[in-house]
Antibody, heavy 118, light 113 residues
Framework: QVLLVESGGGLVKPGGSLRLSCAAS????????MNWIRQAPGKALEWVSYISSSGNSTNYADSVKGRFTISRDNAKNSLYLQMNSLRAEDTAVYYCASGLRKSLFDYWGQGALVTVSS | DIVMTQSPDSLAVSLGERATINCKSS????????????LAWYQQKPGQSPKLLLY???TRESGVPDRFSGSGSGTDFTLTISSLQAEDVAVYYCQQYYTTPPTFGQGTNVEIK
């Protein structure tokens, strides 16, 4: 079955960096767009970034542009999110999500909590 | 960005009764070339990650019970749970995938009356 497992979350100080990973299995990774979507405590879902199946195309929410970088390693069936210059408002559960169509999220991981606090 | 607005924010329905959630987009998400609405619905149960229920406004994802249905076109959409079951307690989100950035509604919390 499809499995997306995030790792790398944790507590980081404002201005710090963190790298999230998402290990995928159970589907043909190279066929799918991959996304990061976040959810602040008690809040709605917010799309963060996507990367095309080949990795040639990426896009970001304005709130993270210039600070976050999405990447993928198709040989390892893995997705990454490098987060720099973190702010308190980046505190959230970060989900990786896959989709055959851009911006439609077929499968979701269980999420990784990122807390930005001094 | 397209703003998605759901109503109501919260809904309490008796077991076996109908639940109806509305979603309105700030601009049309109907793509004229294929006559499809780029609108999806997700279910997020307490403590879980979201799950795709419907896409193209009314197409059920594989395995989704047929008590869940979607309707509407253009800017106004509805998710209906025809006979609420205890396992349907969740927050439901609509989402447009017509343009980037994809955007979600604020969510509707469905509970048992």
């Amino acid at each position: 079955q499809v499995l997306l497992v995030e790792s790398g979350g944790g507590l980081v100080k404002p201005g710090g960096s963190l790298r999230l990973s998402c290990a995928a299995s159970g589907f043909t990774f190279t066929d799918y767009y991959m996304n990061w979507i976040r959810q602040a405590p008690g809040k709605a879902l917010e799309w963060v970034s996507y990367i095309s199946s080949s990795g040639n195309s990426t896009n970001y929410a304005d709130s993270v542009k210039g600070r976050f970088t999405i990447s993928r390693d198709n040989a390892k069936n893995s997705l990454y999110l490098q987060m720099n210059s973190l702010r308190a408002e980046d505190t959230a559960v970060y989900y990786c999500a896959s989709g055959l169509r851009k911006s439609l999220f077929d499968y979701w991981g269980q999420g990784a909590l990122v807390t930005v606090s001094s | 960005d397209i703003v998605m607005t759901q109503s109501p924010d919260s809904l309490a329905v008796s077991l076996g009764e109908r639940a109806t959630i509305n979603c309105k987009s700030s601009q049309s998400v109907l793509y004229s070339s294929n006559n499809k609405d780029f609108l999806a619905w997700y279910q997020q149960k307490p403590g879980q990650s979201p799950k795709l229920l419907l896409y193209w406004a009314s197409t059920r994802e594989s395995g989704v019970p047929d008590r869940f249905s979607g309707s509407g076109s253009g800017t106004d959409f509805t998710l209906t749970i025809s006979s609420l079951q205890a396992e349907d307690v969740a927050v439901y989100y609509c989402q447009q995938y017509y343009t980037t950035p994809p955007t979600f509604g604020q969510g509707t919390n469905v509970e048992i009356k």
